[in-house]
Antibody, heavy 125, light 110 residues
C-alpha cells in the first residue's frame, strides 16, 4: 500500500524558514517523480514544485511564486522527499501536500496519483 | 486566478447525472491530458480520472471523463450523497513546466 507521511509544518514568522519532509513507503521511491502541491485556506490547489525520478538525472521544477525561495530535494536511501522553504511570506500559509507522480513515457504525461494527508504551514507575526 | 477554468458550483438530485467542465488553453489541455480529482472535506485530493478518460482501480464506472480541444469534462451519473465534494481538473502546462489546476467545483447533492 502506497503511503506518504508529511511532517515539519507549523507556525513561522514572515521572513522565516521551515523544512517539510515526506516519508514514502509501499513503492520504489527512487523511480518516481515527486511533487508538492499546496492549498491555501478555503482555496483551490496550487502546484509548488516537482522533482524527477532516478532515470536520466535529477531535474527540479518550481512555480514562479516560490522560485528562488523554496528548494525541493530527495533522499532515495531514506525514501524521503523534502521542501526547504526560506523567506516565507504570509501568502505561503497553506496545507502542503506531498504527492507521487505517475510513471509515464514523459515527465508530465501522468498526474500526481497518491497524496499524503498534508502538513499545515502558517506564516504569521 | 486559476489557469484552468471551472464553474464554482454544480448540483443535482440523487440518481441524476451531473457534468463539470474545465476550460484551458493550447499549452495545457490542448496538448496534454486532463485529469480530475475529488476532495472530500478535510481530506487530501483523490485521483478520479487520468489521461482524459481513464479510471484508477476502485473508481466506479459511473464516473467518466472526456476531452475535446482545449476543454475537458467530468461526468458523474447515478448521483449519490457521498459524491458531495470539491472537484478539481488538472493538466501539465508546457509553458509553465508544471501542473496547473482549475479553481474547483463544489458539487452539492440536493
Amino acid at each position: 500500500e502506497v503511503q506518504l507521511l508529511e511532517s515539519g509544518g507549523g507556525l513561522v514568522q514572515p521572513g522565516g524558514s521551515l523544512r517539510l519532509s515526506c516519508v514514502a513507503s509501499g513503492f520504489t521511491f527512487s523511480t518516481y517523480p515527486m511533487t508538492w502541491v499546496r492549498q491555501r485556506p478555503g482555496k483551490g490547489l496550487e502546484w509548488v514544485s516537482t522533482i524527477s525520478g532516478s532515470a536520466g538525472g535529477i531535474n527540479t521544477y518550481y512555480a514562479d511564486s516560490v522560485k528562488g525561495r523554496f528548494t525541493i530535494s530527495r533522499d532515495n536511501s531514506e525514501s524521503t522527499l523534502s521542501l526547504q522553504m526560506n523567506s516565507l511570506r504570509v501568502e505561503d500559509t497553506a496545507i502542503y501536500y506531498c504527492a507521487r507522480v505517475g510513471l509515464g513515457a514523459w515527465f508530465g504525461e501522468l498526474p500526481p496519483d497518491y497524496w499524503g494527508q498534508g502538513s499545515l504551514v502558517t506564516v504569521s507575526s | 486566478q486559476s489557469v484552468l477554468t471551472q464553474p464554482p458550483s454544480a448540483s443535482g438530485t440523487p440518481g441524476q447525472k451531473v457534468t463539470i467542465s474545465c476550460s484551458g488553453g493550447s499549452s495545457n489541455i490542448g496538448g496534454n491530458s486532463v485529469n480530475w480529482y475529488q476532495q472530500l472535506p478535510g481530506t487530501a485530493p483523490k485521483l478520479l480520472i487520468y489521461s482524459n478518460n481513464q479510471r484508477p482501480s476502485g473508481v466506479p464506472d459511473r464516473i467518466s471523463g472526456s476531452k475535446s480541444g482545449t476543454s475537458g469534462s467530468l461526468a458523474i451519473s447515478g448521483l449519490q450523497s457521498e459524491d458531495e465534494a470539491d472537484y478539481y481538473c488538472a493538466a501539465w502546462d508546457d509553458t509553465l513546466n508544471g501542473w496547473v489546476f482549475g479553481g474547483g467545483t463544489k458539487l452539492t447533492v440536493l
